[in-house]
């Protein structure tokens, strides 16, 4: 069940308002069962609608599958969404409407760095699950309140350079934002190469993780010719790809997930045939993988079959929400949330396993390098 915070009045809430006949008046005052809301403010109109719907969607499906099964102890979960256009701003006031209306227990799925870090500063007494950002430094500061399932971009960035050197590659260059989002990557891209013994043969920067102006990086990228470059692109990477090959690039690009959008992977076409991407959830193709298994099936069951890894990870997400809705019990409150999911270790989905306690708030380490091939399917 979804509903919005952006627009007109919901219909159940015009019901509200109504008048009662006299026959309903009459009637039994039956108690209704609760519902379990959880909000989520994430792009749905801007550069990155694309990743923030699919982390809906993929929540969504799980959803509704339980929901279909009778919800958790009973109760229906229900997903408010508000568009914060990629916008900080926007994603703080959503996120006070959130935290001001007491029957949101929790939110899900922030999209964004900059948006992430203003979510945290806002909202200190309901959890904050699956925030869709890699920035080391969030994962590191966040308040005790924000449960991180998605591994770091160091992590990230680190299998990416251990993949490259594996296969005998060694002039390694990045192209990353002017922002918050590129600094903490590059800090990392940087650390991780030292491990490796390599100095970078090219830092180049586009102004920011939104602008569209991504010519001077690829130029600059072309000229050198590195064997492979770290891709800390999102919603603008088939841009900068265009522009590099029409530069005369040929280097091998591995992006950041967040470069792996569906969106993403239909702009690039053919061009972006064999690609590498870090992955922070498995294949959405693999189903050896229980947890692939029962994403697709409740994909299906939804009406979708547009299997995508912003997908797959919405779906962990609420898998992981869900089953601290599950031991928070019947009468769970925002706090007894929070305790209930700092209370999750060792919890297996089927694939990749998540383990927080203790204070830990950082619960996933799964990272993986897949390789986009035919009918843009990301495998590995």
Same mark, same amino acid.
């Given at each position: 069940?979804?509903?919005?915070?952006?627009?007109?009045?919901?219909?159940?809430?015009?019901?509200?308002?109504?008048?009662?006949?006299?026959?309903?008046?009459?009637?039994?005052?039956?108690?209704?069962?609760?519902?379990?809301?959880?909000?989520?403010?994430?792009?749905?109109?801007?550069?990155?609608?694309?990743?923030?719907?699919?982390?809906?969607?993929?929540?969504?499906?799980?959803?509704?599958?339980?929901?279909?099964?009778?919800?958790?102890?009973?109760?229906?979960?229900?997903?408010?969404?508000?568009?914060?256009?990629?916008?900080?701003?926007?994603?703080?006031?959503?996120?006070?409407?959130?935290?001001?209306?007491?029957?949101?227990?929790?939110?899900?799925?922030?999209?964004?760095?900059?948006?992430?870090?203003?979510?945290?500063?806002?909202?200190?007494?309901?959890?904050?699950?699956?925030?869709?950002?890699?920035?080391?430094?969030?994962?590191?500061?966040?308040?005790?309140?924000?449960?991180?399932?998605?591994?770091?971009?160091?992590?990230?960035?680190?299998?990416?350079?251990?993949?490259?050197?594996?296969?005998?590659?060694?002039?390694?260059?990045?192209?990353?934002?002017?922002?918050?989002?590129?600094?903490?990557?590059?800090? *990392?891209?940087?650390? /991780?190469? %030292?491990? !490796?013994?390599?100095?970078?043969? +090219?830092? @180049?920067?586009?102004?920011? $993780?939104?602008?569209?102006?991504?010519?001077?990086?690829?130029?600059?990228?072309?000229?050198?010719?590195?064997?492979?470059?770290?891709?800390?692109?999102?919603?603008?990477?088939?841009?900068?790809?265009?522009?590099?090959?029409?530069?005369?690039?040929?280097?091998?690009?591995?992006?950041?997930?967040?470069?792996?959008?569906?969106?993403?992977?239909?702009?690039?076409?053919?061009?972006?045939?064999?690609?590498?991407?870090?992955?922070?959830?498995?294949?959405?193709?693999?189903?050896?993988?229980?947890?692939?298994?029962?994403?697709?099936?409740?994909?299906?069951?939804?009406?979708?079959?547009?299997?995508?890894?912003?997908?797959?990870?919405?779906?962990?997400?609420?898998?992981?929400?869900?089953? *601290?809705?599950?031991? /928070?019990? %019947?009468? !769970?409150?925002?706090?007894?949330? +929070?305790? @209930?999911?700092?209370?999750? $270790?060792?919890?297996?989905?089927?694939?990749?396993?998540?383990?927080?306690?203790?204070?830990?708030?950082?619960?996933?380490?799964?990272?993986?390098?897949?390789?986009?091939?035919?009918?843009?399917?990301?495998?590995?």
């Amino acid at each position: 069940m979804t509903t919005s915070i952006n627009g007109s009045l919901l219909r159940r809430d015009f019901m509200a308002l109504g008048g009662v006949t006299a026959a309903a008046m009459a009637m039994p005052v039956l108690a209704q069962p609760r519902t379990l809301r959880i909000g989520s403010t994430f792009d749905d109109s801007g550069a990155e609608k694309a990743n923030g719907n699919g982390n809906f969607r993929g929540a969504s499906a799980y959803f509704n599958a339980i929901n279909k099964t009778g919800g958790i102890g009973g109760a229906k979960v229900e997903l408010v969404m508000a568009d914060d256009q990629f916008k900080p701003d926007i994603a703080k006031k959503n996120a006070l409407a959130f935290q001001g209306d007491p029957s949101i227990l929790a939110m899900l799925n922030p999209l964004g760095t900059r948006q992430t870090a203003a979510i945290m500063e806002t909202v200190q007494d309901m959890a904050i699950v699956g925030p869709n950002t890699g920035t080391a430094g969030l994962h590191k500061s966040s308040p005790p309140n924000v449960f991180w399932i998605r591994a770091s971009y160091d992590a990230e960035v680190e299998k990416l350079i251990r993949t490259a050197v594996t296969l005998g590659m060694t002039k390694i260059g990045i192209v990353y934002p002017k922002d918050p989002l590129g600094a903490s990557v590059l800090a *990392g891209f940087q650390k /991780a190469m %030292a491990d !490796v013994k390599l100095e970078p043969v +090219i830092l @180049a920067t586009t102004p920011g $993780t939104a602008s569209t102006e991504v010519e001077p990086a690829a130029q600059a990228i072309a000229k050198v010719q590195p064997q492979m470059v770290v891709m800390v692109l999102g919603g603008i990477a088939p841009l900068f790809l265009k522009a590099l090959r029409a530069a005369g690039g040929t280097s091998t690009i591995y992006g950041l997930s967040i470069s792996a959008s569906p969106a993403n992977i239909t702009a690039m076409g053919d061009s972006g045939r064999g690609l590498g991407f870090a992955m922070v959830v498995p294949s959405p193709f693999a189903t050896k993988n229980e947890l692939v298994r029962r994403y697709q099936l409740d994909m299906a069951a939804s009406g979708w079959s547009d299997y995508s890894t912003p997908t797959l990870e919405g779906y962990a997400n609420a898998r992981v929400l869900a089953e *601290g809705l599950r031991r /928070a019990g %019947a009468k !769970v409150t925002r706090a007894s949330l +929070i305790t @209930a999911l700092d209370s999750i $270790t060792g919890f297996n989905l089927g694939g990749m396993t998540i383990s927080f306690g203790n204070g830990n708030r950082n619960g996933g380490n799964f990272v993986d390098v897949g390789v986009l091939g035919a009918g843009g399917r990301l495998v590995s």
